[in-house]
């Protein structure tokens, strides 16, 4: 027996990619925008391998947003390819400030914010600790 609101569903329009369902109103593709999106970002990681681009290039030649592309070396996504030592304007460790190629902290920072980690779990362990007979 087949519900009212299964039939709904069925004939609803769907991503090609995915299978989610998209709105009626949805005048583009036959693929939802998260499914856009993720092609958009497998394009740009293949021209980035294949080419010696910045940031820009990448832009212009995917007419989107500089910052769309900053936003993916931040994320750690993608890693800014160049000389040693050449970075991204722009991006800098959250914590020190040193320029840094992708993600939001310098490998050092980022070291120590791990090691902060485990000082504060081991500090939290032996605050738990309890002693039997103390009184003894």
């Known amino acids: 027996m087949v519900t009212r609101s299964a039939e ?40 980035i391998r294949e080419n010696d681009v910045r940031e820009m290039d990448v832009a212009e030649h995917f007419d989107i947003p500089v910052s769309k592309v900053r936003k993916w070396i931040r994320e750690g996504r993608i890693q800014y ?20 190629e992708f993600g939001t902290l310098c490998p050092e920072c980022h070291r120590m914010q791990g090691l902060q980690i485990v000082a504060k779990q081991y500090a939290e362990q032996k605050s738990e600790m309890r002693f039997f007979n103390k009184n003894k």
């Not at 390819?81 to 840094?100: A, D, N, R």
């Open 8 to 47: 709904l569903f069925s004939e609803a329009p769907r991503c090609t990619q995915c299978g989610r369902i998209l709105p009626d109103v949805y005048e583009e593709d036959d693929i939802c925008p998260v499914c856009k999106e993720a092609n958009l970002f497998a394009e740009v990681k293949d021209f």
């Open 81 to 100: 390819k160049g000389e040693v030592g050449q970075t991204i304007s722009g991006i800098h460790c959250q914590i020190c400030g040193k320029p840094i």
